[in-house]
């Protein structure tokens, strides 16, 4: 934070530099770590086992379905589908990846549709399984350590479980690396929660866009999570959770429908039949053969930052977590969250790409002019968009709220070993810290630094997730045998 408040143009010049070494030398990895993950995932739903409850035969889960639905989510991804629902479509389809999927005859009607199929599918596959799928494996690896086997709610817990002769001083630096990926996840969200909520109040208000305005706006709502995580999981997170996911639905709705709504309908479902067709080649696409740094900045980015989030956001969902099977607990975190993602980018990005179709247009120019400003041109185009503006803004701050609360409960707790009820005092300042750090990435580079801080954070934490994907299997097959020879030795005590 300092070096960045200090040295704010070299800053900006030193984490560009990191970002293009990390991204053109290790992309590679992050897709191959974000794939293998979301196969295991896979194959432990459908294992012999599902069956195992996360908390004990008779555990019952701690809240109800759609509450635990809310909370994962708005801990999950809200502020980024709010500021990239628009924005992302939109550049895709004007600025599509060189050769991989763009038509040659881009000009020409055919072409414009094959554009418009293709930033679809990009952008379902940076949103849908392969981000959740990241957030499943983590935090069933932790809710089983700790509701399974009595041990505290953190990583290193799992890492020592699985493999006890692991040396104490690199668990302790993976933990240590979890906080600091968590905290520099969350502050980029932060960040870009602030220029987003700026963006909608200068265009409602005429209010400056600028940094110090920014500022303004982070230690607000910074503050307001602050309290929020000092009333705890069951007050202060929970009923934000279910106030913000209600008011995302309502925009959407009013979106949906007076949009174009049959042009919606058509587009989701065909988005969906494009990303499952094209699924292994999306995944596995690295750019090897098309020169340029698009994925860099998109693909790479999105995963480095989702694993950036992981332990905050596996820990949290862990901790909502106790009572559900293993099954369900990997349907409910990998499919009912991609599913409202679809609907939610096919509504506001097919909605926005109709506009620029066969509309007025004008939303390329604006996106890539700013994309902070991105949603509230597009809400320009509706009815009442002041009113629809003014309620994004509202959910963006909720969004920005929950995010923040959720992040300095999860930190508080990797930094007290796992401690599930971590103190008043560590929760206000893990809060507090993010929204510092958060103010000295816009200062320093602006969305560029939060990129960059995501990436950095995210790639070596990548190999912490592989340790515990295998811990989680040694510990599952461990206690499988362990399980089978005292069954066999209760037959054998019954049949005597």
Not at 348 to 360: N, P, Q, R
Request: aromatic share 12%; hydrophobic share 55%; proline share 3%.
């Amino acid at each position: 934070m300092l070096f960045a408040i200090l040295n704010a143009s070299e800053a900006a010049t030193v984490f560009g530099a990191i970002q293009k070494t990390a991204t053109d030398d290790f992309g590679w990895l992050l897709i191959l770590t974000v794939n293998i993950l979301l196969i295991l995932c896979g194959v432990l739903a459908f294992s012999r086992f599902g069956h195992i409850r996360l908390g004990g035969k008779k555990a019952k889960p701690e809240f109800g379905t759609a509450t635990w639905f809310a909370m994962l989510f708005s801990a999950g991804m809200g502020i980024g589908l709010l500021f990239y629902g628009v924005a992302e479509p939109v550049l895709h389809y004007a600025n599509p990846p060189i050769s991989a999927f763009s038509d040659p005859n881009a000009h020409l009607p055919r072409g414009l549709a094959t554009n418009a199929q293709h930033a679809m599918g990009v952008t379902f596959l940076h949103w849908g399984l392969h981000a959740w799928g990241i957030y499943a494996l983590i935090a069933l690896a932790l809710a089983y350590v700790s509701f399974n086997k009595g041990l505290p709610l953190s990583i290193g817990a799992v890492l020592r479980a699985a493999f006890p002769r692991i040396p104490m001083r690199l668990v302790d630096a993976i933990d240590v690396l979890a906080i600091t990926a968590t905290v520099c996840g969350v502050a980029a969200s932060l960040g870009f929660g602030a220029s987003q909520i700026n963006a909608g109040l200068t265009m409602l208000t005429g209010m400056p866009d600028n940094a110090v305005v920014k500022f303004v706006l982070i230690a607000i709502i910074t503050a307001m999570a602050t309290v929020s995580v000092a009333l705890g999981l069951d007050t202060g997170i929970k009923r934000l959770s279910e106030i913000n996911m209600a008011l995302a639905v309502l925009l959407a709705i009013f979106v949906f429908v007076f949009g174009p709504t049959v042009f919606l309908l058509n587009g989701f479902i065909q988005n969906v039949g494009y990303y499952v067709q094209r699924f292994i080649y999306l995944s596995t696409w690295t750019e090897t053969y098309s020169p340029g740094h698009w994925q860099g900045s998109w693909t790479i980015f999105y995963y480095a930052w989702w694993i950036s989030w992981s332990p905050f956001v596996g820990i949290f969902i862990a901790r909502i977590s106790y009572g559900r099977t293993i099954r369900e607990f990997i349907a409910g975190v990998l499919l009912v969250p991609s599913l409202f993602t679809f609907i939610w980018m096919t509504i506001f990005g097919d909605s926005a790409l109709h506009i620029e179709m066969f509309g007025a247009g004008g939303l390329a120019d604006a996106v890539s002019a700013s994309m902070p400003d991105a949603l509230f041109a597009f809400l320009a185009h509706y009815p009442i968009s002041q009113i629809a503006s003014g309620l994004a803004i509202i959910i963006v701050a909720t969004f920005f709220v929950t995010s923040a609360d959720s992040g300095a409960l999860v930190t508080a707790m990797i930094a007290s070993g796992g401690n599930h009820e971590a103190s008043f005092l560590s929760r206000v300042t893990w809060a507090v810290a993010m929204g510092l750090l958060s103010a000295a990435l816009l200062w320093s580079g602006g969305l560029a630094a939060l990129q960059t801080a995501a990436i950095i954070t995210g790639l070596p934490f990548s190999i912490a997730l592989l340790l515990m994907s295998a811990g989680l299997i040694k510990l599952l097959r461990k206690d499988e045998t362990i399980l089978a020879a005292d069954d066999s030795a209760a037959q054998e005590l019954e049949n005597a």
